[in-house]
Nanobody
Framework: VQLQASGGGLVQTGGSVRLTCVFSRRAYTISALGWFRQAPGKEREFVSAITWSGGSTYYADSVRGRFTISKDNAKNTVWLQMNSLKPEDSAVYYC????????????????WGRGTQVTVSS
């Protein structure tokens, strides 16, 4: 599975950004796609996930109500709409794929994209 994240950039506090993750898969059953982020000096953390078949969504408390994850199965694409951005949202955002069940756990994800930088200016 190859994943490519895009859409990051520089945005002001309160602004919006939409991240896109396009992936290809071969002989791998995906149960969910997730977004994670890593800020300088901090550990990578879970942001959001969506199950591939049912479309159930999961969010970190820090982004719930501001971020929305969505997907298009036909296009093998997942989006992360990020609204009301705060400086603390600044990080490299990664999309990842899992065939497991613990969608909030980073170690469950087998495949990772390179990441896209989001910087929120104050």
């Amino acid at each position: 599975v190859q994943l490519q994240a895009s859409g990051g950039g520089l945005v002001q506090t309160g602004g919006s950004v939409r991240l896109t993750c396009v992936f290809s898969r071969r002989a791998y059953t995906i149960s969910a796609l997730g977004w994670f982020r890593q800020a300088p000096g901090k550990e990578r953390e879970f942001v959001s996930a969506i199950t591939w078949s049912g479309g159930s969504t999961y969010y970190a408390d820090s982004v719930r109500g501001r971020f929305t994850i969505s997907k298009d199965n036909a296009k093998n694409t997942v989006w992360l709409q990020m609204n009301s951005l705060k400086p603390e949202d600044s990080a490299v955002y990664y999309c990842a794929a899992t065939g497991g069940s613990w969608y909030l756990q980073m170690h469950e994800y087998d495949y990772w994209g390179r990441g896209t930088q989001v910087t929120v200016s104050s």
